[in-house]
T-cell receptor, first 118, second 113 residues
Framework: EAGVTQFPSHSVIEKGQTVTLRCDPI?????LYWYRRVMGKEIKFLLH????????ESGMPNNRFLAERTGGTYSTLKVQPAELEDSGVYFC????????????????FGPGTRLTVT | GDSVTQMEGPVTLSEEAFLTINCTYTATGYPSLFWYVQYPGEGLQLLLK?????DKGSNKGFEATYRKETTSFHLEKGSVQVSDSAVYFC????????????FGTGTKLQVIP
């Protein structure tokens, strides 16, 4: 069973450009979360999808960030236009409230996308 | 709001030394507590967890006990190995698997031979 995957692993863009990060959750997981770690600080929650609906987007920093999850499968997080303070590692996580055998209901995290804005 | 405070790093230890990484929390309600680990070049992995007071989570020789009276969840290991070098995050989550996870700042551990 594949884990949570994220693409790209690393992105370097200039200030003002647009970047789109992608997250593929574990198959069958209705819940999908985005988090980010900025400049070695704590990992902070951004938002939570249940299937294709945004359940909680209280952590989204501003309207330059747009998250989508069309069809309730993979999700994208677009930053437009990117600013220097957006640099950091963006993590995606998923879980199911009805875990299969061998799973738990805890959130499974992906490897993260390292975003560098210059 | 909910928060997690963990000791600053980096922490450098010799192989076979005893490890303690302190973690305290503030939360409304009764959270579940976690330690996550990020090895170099890899994603976050759940290391251990405890869901109620006095529970002890353990995995790979690491242990942490949920202390409600001191609102703490310190991570310990009796004898660290070079392969334990990683960043360790203390975290909490309120009841319900759909709740967001609140993390500490992370503590980088380097174990030298």
């Amino acid at each position: 069973e594949a884990g949570v995957t994220q693409f790209p692993s690393h992105s370097v863009i200039e200030k003002g450009q647009t970047v789109t990060l992608r997250c593929d959750p574990i198959s069958g997981h209705d819940n999908l979360y985005w988090y980010r770690r900025v400049m070695g600080k704590e990992i902070k929650f951004l938002l939570h999808f249940v299937k294709e609906s945004k359940q909680d987007e209280s952590g989204m920093p501003n309207n330059r960030f747009l998250a989508e999850r069309t069809g309730g499968t993979y999700s994208t997080l677009k930053v437009q236009p990117a600013e220097l303070e957006d640099s950091g590692v963006y993590f995606c996580a998923s879980n199911s409230l009805a875990p299969r055998a061998g799973e738990v209901d805890e959130q499974y995290f992906g490897p993260g996308t390292r975003l560098t804005v210059t | 709001g909910d928060s997690v405070t963990q000791m600053e790093g980096p922490v450098t230890l010799s192989e076979e030394a005893f490890l303690t990484i302190n973690c305290t929390y503030t939360a409304t309600g009764y959270p579940s507590l976690f330690w996550y680990v990020q090895y170099p070049g890899e994603g976050l992995q759940l290391l251990l967890k405890a869901t109620k007071a006095d529970d002890k989570g353990s995995n790979k020789g690491f242990e942490a006990t949920y202390r409600k009276e001191t609102t703490s969840f310190h991570l310990e290991k009796g004898s660290v190995q070079v392969s334990d070098s990683a960043v360790y995050f203390c975290a909490l989550r309120l009841s319900g698997g759909y709740q967001k996870v609140t993390f500490g700042t992370g503590t980088k551990l380097q174990v030298i031979p």
